[in-house]
């Protein structure tokens, strides 16, 4: 099912325009990643001496040392340092791309300066993660379509210009993209006190599906194709656009539960049409390929940025996992491909049996570990997770960690605490909270007897009463 009533009628309409447009920034920053290293500018010699491979394997290392460096970073959006360092190493590359236009000998300097340019890049993929994180989970997936559909049409507006003007617009573009970052900080989301760790706040599960599809990418040499691939301009404005217009008319109606079935959905009818591809080139399985892997991409860091946001974890952490696993199990497909003699998809020639299994089998391991909601329900409490609509669920998600934050601080809880308040609020069961958080069944009753005690609460019931009452207020200022 596709679209559902909404599950309340007083809830106000979503708009487009409760996103603030700063956020849209980040389009920006994906206009220069396509122009710089996914899809460089034929008529600007200068990026295609830019090792896209040694980017992607600096960006990778830098992810790693997020992991490790994740409360040292932690809320990386204050930090001066992180800000003036993204501008001041990606645009020198930028800058001499459009010199050597005059200088043709500059283009010596594309290797030496794309190391600078990828750390930047990865720290403000890290900056705008944290952003992100701030954000309920109905603005999270706006912003995030509407962003990638934005940056297509950038890049459109780009390679029209002049190549001078090109290179030189394209050096303003990490500047500018920092420059909304710092404005939508003014515009109340906040990211202070997301810096808690540990191995039993990973989602798992959807870092799994993650790798699995980026295998698949990596291995049947979608992410190189300029028609279909998952750089590609043209796919990002056909998917993100169309569930873009989706949020901008259809919200009250729109249930996540149908995101998350899409990707497994249009994966299989992709290599469905795999063994089509000698007779069709890439333009069958390509594209769904690539869809696939834009909207799962789009549900898993919305995911990312809800489990952040309501059980205070750092997003530099969230993401820098997600990010190494995504890049590093995509690497491996690229590598495996050639060592099994396997011709990326529409190439021509005939498709290898072994080719089609392979991606078959990641398919459907990925389609088990995503649409087993009940899981991520239990684990998580991601009520979008169900059916119903997005915005309605997701301002009662909003409302419930907001309460949930503000008692943490009110009444002392620990970071361990606050986890356990926050799964006791979403109704999860003290089961649920021990798996999850890998701790035996009584630590975590533990945990909950701390916290009613610090709370002044007599058990589940006087909790329960308590959400709600936040829930009801919530309502009633937006009333």
């Known amino acids: 099912m596709i679209f559902t009533r909404a599950a ?4 106000q309409p979503f708009s487009v325009a409760s996103v603030p447009l700063p956020f849209f920034g980040l389009a920006i920053w994906r206009a220069w990643m396509n122009v710089t290293f996914v899809a460089p500018n034929a008529d600007i010699p200068f990026f295609s001496h830019a090792s896209h491979e040694l980017f992607d394997m600096v960006m990778l290392g830098v992810f790693l040392a997020g992991i490790a460096l994740a409360k040292r970073w932690s809320p990386l959006t204050t930090k001066r340092w992180a800000l003036v360092a993204c501008p001041a190493l990606m645009t020198p590359l930028s800058v001499t791309a459009c010199a050597s236009l005059f200088i043709p000998e500059a283009s010596m300097l594309a290797t030496p300066l794309t190391i600078p340019a990828a750390i930047g890049a990865t720290f403000m993929v890290l900056l705008w993660s944290e952003r992100y994180a701030g954000l309920p989970p109905y603005k999270v997936l ?17 390679n029209g210009f002049h190549p001078p003007y090109l290179a030189g617009f394209t050096a303003l573009l990490p500047a500018a993209s920092i420059a909304c970052l710092v404005r939508s900080k003014s515009e109340g989301y906040h990211v202070e006190g997301l810096l808690h760790t540990g191995r039993g706040t990973i989602p798992w599960r959807l870092i799994a599906v993650m790798v ?4 698949s990418i990596g291995f049947s040499g979608i992410q190189a194709s300029a028609t279909g691939g998952t750089g590609s301009a043209l796919t990002a404005f056909i998917v993100a656009g169309t569930y873009f217009a989706a949020l901008a008319f259809m919200a009250e109606r729109i249930s996540f539960a149908s995101m998350q079935k899409l990707p497994p959905l249009l994966m299989a009818l ?10 069709l080139g890439q333009w069958i399985s390509g594209p769904l390929i690539a869809a696939s892997y834009l909207l799962y991409y789009f549900f898993v860091d919305t995911s ?3 489990v952040s946001k309501r059980f205070g974890i750092s997003a530099i952490w969230l993401f820098s996992i997600e990010e190494a696993a995504s890049m590093g199990s995509e690497l491996a497909g690229r590598t495996l491909a050639p060592l099994l003699a396997i011709k990326p998809l529409g190439a021509g020639g005939e498709v290898s049996p072994l080719s089609i299994a392979l991606l078959a089998i990641a398919a459907i391991a990925a389609a088990i570990l995503l649409l087993d909601g009940r899981s991520l329900k239990t684990h998580w409490g991601i009520r979008f997770m169900e059916v119903g609509a997005l915005s309605t669920d997701s301002e009662r998600v909003v409302r419930v960690g907001e309460w949930v934050r503000t008692a943490a601080i009110d009444h002392g809880l620990t970071p361990r605490e606050t986890e356990v308040l926050a799964l006791l609020a979403e109704g999860t069961s003290m089961r649920g909270i021990a798996q999850e958080l890998v701790v035996s069944e009584g630590t975590a009753k533990s945990h909950a007897s701390h916290i009613y005690e610090k709370l002044g609460m007599r058990g589940k019931r006087d909790l329960e009463a308590r959400v709600a009452e936040a829930v009801g207020a919530g309502e009633k200022r937006r009333g």
């Not at 706006?142 to 780009?158: E, K, P």
């Open 8 to 11: 309340s009628s007083n809830m």
């Open 142 to 158: 706006v912003g995030l379509t509407g962003s990638y559909a934005l940056a297509a049409v950038i890049v459109f507006l780009l």
């Open 212 to 215: 699995l599809y980026s295998f």
């Open 270 to 279: 992709g290599f469905l049409a795999t063994p089509l591809s000698p007779f």
């Open 304 to 306: 990312l940025c809800d």
